[in-house]
């Protein structure tokens, strides 16, 4: 039953100099999951995505994303995740859909595929009428709702979400996590980590981090009933104070 | 490769987007070329002088119509007595007056030796020395002219020849340096406006999570401005001929090589500057006063090297400009082929090495 585990870690471990910022996590994602990846900022959750997307070598630990080796296969990690980053991370000065071509593209997807998704996607998300407008005209929680589905544009096994809800009025963030829940039902697994705790409970499955090491991993539910509360804030609040 | 060309294309729209960095890359060039060739000069034009001839003879007389058809001087006022030559000065009418004593040509008949006085007004010192320059080579002209038909001749005639710039035309100097504080200025200062802006943005991070490797997206964000500099050189080089009369007197295919040359050093300079930048204020602000500073300082665009204090000298090999500005004059002015040029371009093409070495660390450093 391996298989069905789109991500594997064990002992995992960052140092930079003497500072261990992750230190030894071990956890494993499942298909079509949504595994949320909680921590207070410089918990190391950043540091343990990083090292997971490619774009930063582990110190020490064992870890296999999409069925890759992190330190030999990251080319090949990479092709297979998606990724939307904290920070809105489409081009302000593209149209909508510059944008869509140029992400497909360097995806590798062909044209015909790129004309394909366009369409579909811009019909998903009703920017039909504005497919020829600047992104900087578009209100935020467009851009954010496009940089996602940017994000799945060649179909990725896993996405990873770096706190794609930032600064996102409420009514926007759930029709955010309606997305999610879309993508995760089409089978894709999603890795997100997130400061709303509220959002937390949305996950199938949560980890929290405190300073470079995962101390609770489970369900929401069976989390609250171990720590005697009832809501995720608490177990936060509760784990993070020690 | 679909890839790459589908990020070339990325590029050129956020270039033709953003009016501030078209003006940049294409106004600027202009813009300098022009200021510097017709406003900032050393040359003197039509400068308003005064002549008290006193003297009254052949000699003189000739002297002063010399002066007059030179393109240099224009003689506004000829006056009469010594005592209003303080007026005229004091007015600011003219800049100069050359004075003829009673015994000019006769002294210089009978002793084979006379003298002009020539009074300036000195409240611009470059200025003023520069019209005695030009005084004094008029002179020494007429002297030269006149020895001709003379077959007894006592005097020491000192012949200078003005080489590669025999008019001492100022525009010569200039084109090589404002060519190359331009390709200095795009290259490097927009390459590493340009990429940090990604990572302001966030949109580097993605970047370097998709496929593309970090050398693609590197050259991906540079190539665009290569192309966009070879152009401006074109455009300097263009303009030099047809608005300056500036010669390209070596060959156009070895200045075009040499110029692609600096603009590769000028982009490994720029990728430099984004690796150690994190917004964009701070990459304008290194290549600002990092390079153009230096560039135009310590380069000998406008001051000559041979006459600052010792360290300057030697920090001034440092300076890649330095090095490309030698190279030009020599093949736009001098006409000289590789063979003259050959060290100045293998420290260029050294230094572009080591940018593009510790570039290249840094950038690992970072991505850890």
Not at chain 2, 329 to 352: A, D, N, P, R, Y
């Amino acid at each position: 039953m391996k298989t069905q585990n789109v991500i594997q870690v064990e002992g995992l471990t960052k140092m930079f100099g003497d500072f261990t910022a992750v230190n030894a996590i071990t956890f494993e994602v499942k298909k079509g999951e949504i595994f949320g990846f909680l921590g207070a900022n410089g918990a190391g959750k950043t540091t343990a995505m990083k090292m997971l997307i490619g774009i930063s070598s582990p110190t020490s630990g064992l870890a296999k994303v999409a069925g890759f080796d992190v330190y030999k296969e990251t080319e090949s990690i990479k092709k297979n995740i998606g990724y939307m980053s904290q920070k809105f991370a489409l081009y302000d000065d593209l149209t909508v859909k510059e944008n869509i071509t140029f992400f497909g593209g360097i995806y590798g997807l062909s044209k015909k595929q790129i004309n394909q998704k366009r369409s579909e996607l811009v019909e998903e998300l009703g920017l039909v009428d504005v497919t020829n407008s600047l992104v900087s005209s578009l209100p935020l929680g467009w851009k954010q709702k496009l940089a996602f589905s940017v994000s799945l544009i060649h179909n990725p096994k896993i996405v990873f979400l770096d706190e794609p809800t930032g600064g996102v009025d409420p009514i926007t963030r759930r029709q955010f996590w309606e997305m999610i829940y879309n993508a995760a039902h089409k089978g894709t697994t999603i890795f997100v980590t997130t400061h709303y705790m509220d959002e937390a409970e949305y996950c199938d499955r949560v980890s929290i981090m405190v300073n470079g090491k995962i101390e609770a991993l489970d369900t929401p539910k069976k989390l609250k009933e171990q720590y005697k509360t009832d809501s995720m804030n608490d177990v936060f609040l509760k784990l993070a104070r020690g | 490769m679909k890839r790459f060309v589908g990020f070339i294309k990325k590029e050129f729209y956020h270039i033709f987007r953003d009016r501030r960095s078209l003006f940049i890359l294409f106004g600027m060039p202009i813009a300098q070329i022009l200021l510097f060739g017709f406003a900032i000069t050393n040359e003197i034009n039509n400068v308003d002088i005064a002549v008290l001839d006193q003297a009254k003879d052949a000699t003189s007389k000739e002297i002063i119509n010399k002066i007059a058809a030179s393109k240099h001087f224009s003689i506004i006022d000829i006056i009469e007595q010594e005592s209003s030559i303080e007026a005229i000065f004091k007015k600011g009418k003219v800049k100069a007056v050359l004075q003829f004593d009673n015994n000019f040509g006769s002294n210089l008949i009978k002793y084979q030796q006379t003298t002009v006085q020539i009074l300036i007004d000195a409240t611009d010192p470059n200025m003023a020395s520069t019209i005695n320059n030009y005084i004094t080579a008029i002179l020494k002209n007429y002297q030269s002219d006149i020895n001709d038909n003379v077959t007894l001749n006592y005097q020491i005639i000192p012949k200078s020849r003005m080489v590669y710039n025999a008019e001492l035309k100022s525009v010569y100097m200039f084109v090589p340096g404002v060519m190359t504080v331009i390709l200095m200025l795009v290259s490097a200062m927009m390459t590493s406006i340009s990429i940090t802006r990604e990572k302001e943005q966030g949109t580097m991070e993605i970047l370097l999570v998709s496929p593309l490797k970090p050398f693609q997206v590197i050259i991906g964000k540079v190539f665009p401005y290569i192309f966009l500099s070879v152009i401006n050189a074109l455009v300097i080089v263009l303009l030099s001929i047809f608005v300056f009369n500036v010669p390209v007197n070596g060959s156009f295919i070895l200045l075009g090589f040499e110029s692609v040359l600096f603009i590769i050093t000028s982009l490994a300079l720029g990728i430099l500057i984004s690796t150690i930048s994190a917004t964009q204020q701070t990459a304008m602000m290194i290549s600002l006063m990092g390079l153009m500073l230096p560039t135009i300082l310590l380069s000998g665009f406008i001051f000559p090297i041979s006459s600052m204090p010792l360290p300057l000298q030697v920090i001034s090999n440092i300076i890649p400009a330095k090095w490309f500005i030698i190279i030009v004059k020599g093949i736009m002015l001098k006409g000289v082929g590789i063979g003259f040029i050959l060290k100045e371009t293998l420290i260029l093409v050294v230094m572009t090495m080591v940018f593009i070495g510790i570039s290249v660390k840094k950038y690992k450093i970072r991505l850890e």
